[in-house]
T-cell receptor, first 109, second 115 residues
Framework: DAKTTQPPSMDCAEGRAANLPCNHSTISGNEYVYWYRQIHSQGPQYIIHGLKNNETNEMASLIITEDRKSSTLILPHATLRDTAVYYCIVRVTSYIPTFGRGTSLIVHP | DAGVIQSPRHEVTEMGQEVTLRCKPISGHNSLFWYRQTMMRGLELLIYFNNNVPIDDSGMPEDRFSAKMPNASFSTLKIQPSEPRDSAVYFC?????????????FGPGTRLTVT
């Protein structure tokens, strides 16, 4: 599996967009980019995934660069409840995400 | 759907005792996963099942750990005998179908403390 690199922590003002970067420079053509988050004392929660194209759902948007070596998860209007650890995972077509340390996002008032 | 259900939510036991953690996956999901999370090691996959059959148990720490899935709606993770280093949060997760990449649904976890 391709290794991912994420900043250990970020902060964002409530109501602003939170842009969480992920570097996966060794990604191969059949590997998907997945994002999960884990709110304190809860289990991880699936957010979104993509292969090549940008993706959007009710939770977030995923922007993948054309060379697929990096991606950005965008929470368009962050709320206090978005404070969590966000995991970027790159995986081939199996169903076992391997979780690293992620980015701890703090949304402040 | 109620989501993935785990019980108990908290367990405190003494070293040497047997511990059984339980999981009910989301109805219709055919893959089930057991994870362990600690501050030191993060989130680790212990074992996963597909259609009730264990596929990969390479993450199980040692023979003290065992997992079963007698039917599609129930799984257990047993630790016998338990040790203080087993203290962690244990998560169960399920997914919809084989080949569905990475979209897992996690339960609330069981916080295990072994004294």
């Amino acid at each position: 599996d391709a290794k991912t690199t994420q900043p250990p922590s970020m902060d964002c003002a409530e109501g602003r967009a939170a842009n969480l970067p992920c570097n996966h420079s060794t990604i191969s053509g059949n590997e998907y980019v997945y994002w999960y988050r884990q709110i304190h004392s809860q289990g991880p929660q699936y957010i979104i995934h993509g292969l090549k194209n940008n993706e959007t759902n009710e939770m977030a948007s995923l922007i993948i660069t054309e060379d697929r070596k990096s991606s950005t998860l965008i929470l368009p209007h962050a709320t206090l409840r978005d404070t969590a650890v966000y995991y970027c995972i790159v995986r081939v077509t199996s169903y076992i995400p391997t979780f690293g340390r992620g980015t701890s996002l703090i949304v402040h008032p | 759907d109620a989501g993935v259900i785990q019980s108990p939510r908290h367990e405190v036991t003494e070293m040497g005792q047997e511990v059984t953690l339980r999981c009910k996956p989301i109805s219709g999901h055919n893959s089930l996963f057991w994870y362990r999370q600690t501050m030191m090691r993060g989130l680790e996959l212990l074992i996963y099942f597909n259609n009730n059959v264990p596929i990969d148990d390479s993450g199980m720490p040692e023979d003290r750990f065992s997992a079963k899935m007698p039917n599609a709606s129930f799984s257990t993770l047993k630790i016998q005998p338990s040790e203080p280093r087993d203290s962690a949060v244990y998560f169960c997760a399920s997914s919809l179908r084989e080949g569905r990449v990475g979209e897992q649904y996690f339960g609330p976890g069981t916080r295990l403390t072994v004294t």
